[in-house]
């Protein structure tokens, strides 16, 4: 019988790459117990999730690219700091970042140097919606 998990990765030989997050785990032998580990701590999914109608849905909804996933948390912080007149370090303090890391635990916030060289980018487009 083929383990649940195979769902939630590509297997690459001696590697598996996660369809959620895209990264990779060893799987030396077949072994599952380090992707079952990575599902269970990293997305909080187990195998009885497996039957629920909610999960199943949420597992075929389109998954976007880390980049993406990037640029928009990036636009939307700032549009957050445009819109609350709030200063960029925010993505520095302590209850935010761990918002973030609750929300999303691999998600890497963007740093004030990055947010102040997108700042230009997005602010135009805030103005223009």
């Known amino acids: 019988m083929v383990s649940w998990v195979w769902k939630h990765f590509e297997k690459f030989g001696e ?3 996660c ?3 895209l990264k ?3 799987c030396r032998g077949g072994s599952t117990s380090g992707l079952v580990r990575h599902l269970k701590f990293i997305h909080h999914l187990c195998e009885k999730q497996e039957h629920d ?3 199943q849905y949420l597992l075929q909804t389109k998954q976007i690219s880390d980049s993406e996933k990037t640029e928009k948390v990036e636009k939307l912080i700032i549009e957050m700091i445009a819109q609350k007149h709030l200063p ?3 993505v520095e303090c302590e209850s935010f970042i761990n918002l973030i890391k609750l929300l999303d635990p691999v998600f890497k916030l963007p740093t004030v140097k990055t947010l102040k060289l997108k700042v230009n980018q997005f602010i135009p487009n805030i ?3």
Request: hydrophobic fraction near 35%; aromatic fraction near 6%; charged fraction near 35%.
């Open 24 to 26: 990779k785990v060893k």
């Open 127 to 129: 103005k223009s919606e």
């Open 88 to 90: 960029l370090n925010i």
């Open 53 to 55: 109608s909610n999960f």
């Open 15 to 17: 590697i598996a790459k």
């Open 19 to 21: 369809k959620h997050c």
